[in-house]
């Protein structure tokens, strides 16, 4: 029984914050603004992953701190206005006048804005380092569901617990992404 309650308790993840995707300095991102986001923003940046849209929701605050203080501060009319303009690039000027944008997308804008304007600074050297510094400093949990957090890599892919067994059983793992039949292995 205490075995079950200890599964269950790691599984859950972020500090006991049921739905949370990551925690960063008291601060939930839950799952459902991520799936928001990324569903939103799936078909606008072609090849962002979710934890792409994780790490960027966990960075984007304090990227957005340091421009601020530094006069490059952003707003969420400007955030809307980037997305409008990526969602009319890649889907038409119909798809961008329809487009409505959560919490989540709109973040992800305000970090794309911050960073460029950081970096246009002229202490764009030292403004970096400082964002770095905040980034480095923050408590960052991620719920294991969706990878690991360092400051120098943003969210990594989960890997899958040694114990759990692919679709397919044990033989599944052993076959190619390319469909291609292993090389049998000599017996002892």
């Known amino acids: 029984m205490a075995g079950t309650v ?72 400007q955030a809307l206005d980037l997305l409008r303009s990526v969602t009319e690039q890649a889907l038409g000027a119909e798809a961008a006048a329809d487009a409505e944008f959560g919490e989540g997308a709109l973040a992800v804008a305000r970090y794309s804005l911050a960073v460029t304007g950081l970096r246009d600074v002229p202490d764009a050297q030292d403004a970096m380092l400082e964002y770095q510094e905040k980034i480095s400093a923050a408590d960052v949990e991620v719920n294991p569901r969706f990878g690991d957090y360092t400051p120098e890599t943003g969210v990594t892919a989960p890997v899958a617990p040694s114990w759990i067994v692919p679709e397919g059983g044990r033989d599944a793992a052993a076959v190619p992404e390319d469909g291609s039949t292993p090389a049998p292995t000599p017996a002892p």
């Open 6 to 77: 200890a599964a269950v308790a790691l599984l859950a993840g972020c500090s006991g914050q049921p739905g949370a995707a990551a925690v960063v300095d008291g601060r939930t991102i839950s799952t459902a603004e991520l799936a928001r986001a990324d569903e939103e923003l799936k078909p606008i940046f072609q090849g962002a992953g979710t934890n792409d849209v994780l790490g960027v929701l966990i960075n984007e605050p304090f990227a957005t701190e340091v421009a601020a203080e530094r006069g490059v501060g952003v707003s969420d009319e």
